[in-house]
């Protein structure tokens, strides 16, 4: 039975891409699923789908609602949560997802660079593991479903 694996946070970089040829080339059985990664359907989801509103606000309300439907639904159904903190925004909802799978008992990884540890120092603490690229996603995957180490780099 497939381990569901979901990747939160940042979607201006390859690093959901680095994980998914990874666990292909490894065979692991893995599926997974993330939110949303076009920025401009996100963020218009909810006037395309709703109508138009009268204000930004409740632009970005009614797109957040939606939003929220699958990704509430799919860390509900992972295995693994893994959370992706990147150097250029602030991913607030990155750290929202974070908390609410932590709320919910699932087992939490979380990704970023060394600068940001003070900064997520609680996330971390709710994580299991806290890694640095995107391959060691796939090495704690590997390891945690076959008990295997990775080679040495």
Not at 33 to 54: C, R
């Amino acid at each position: 039975m497939p381990w569901h694996v979901y990747l939160s946070g940042e979607i201006h970089s390859d690093w959901r891409l680095r994980i998914a040829n990874a666990i292909l080339d490894e065979d692991l059985d893995v599926e997974l699923s993330a939110p949303v990664t076009n920025h401009a359907n996100s963020d218009g989801g909810g006037v395309a789908i709703l109508g138009e509103q009268p204000s930004d606000y409740w632009r970005d309300h009614v797109g957040a609602g939606l939003n929220a439907i699958r990704t509430r639904t799919l860390i509900e159904q992972s295995d693994v949560v893994v959370v992706r903190f990147g150097d250029e925004y602030k991913q607030w909802n990155a750290a929202f997802d974070a908390g609410y799978a932590a709320a919910l008992g699932k087992p939490l990884i979380t990704l970023h660079p060394e600068q940001h540890d003070h900064a997520l120092k609680e996330v971390d603490r709710a994580a299991l593991a806290v890694a640095r690229e995107p391959e060691q996603i796939v090495d704690v995957l590997r390891y945690v479903l076959n008990g295997k180490l990775p080679k040495r780099r």
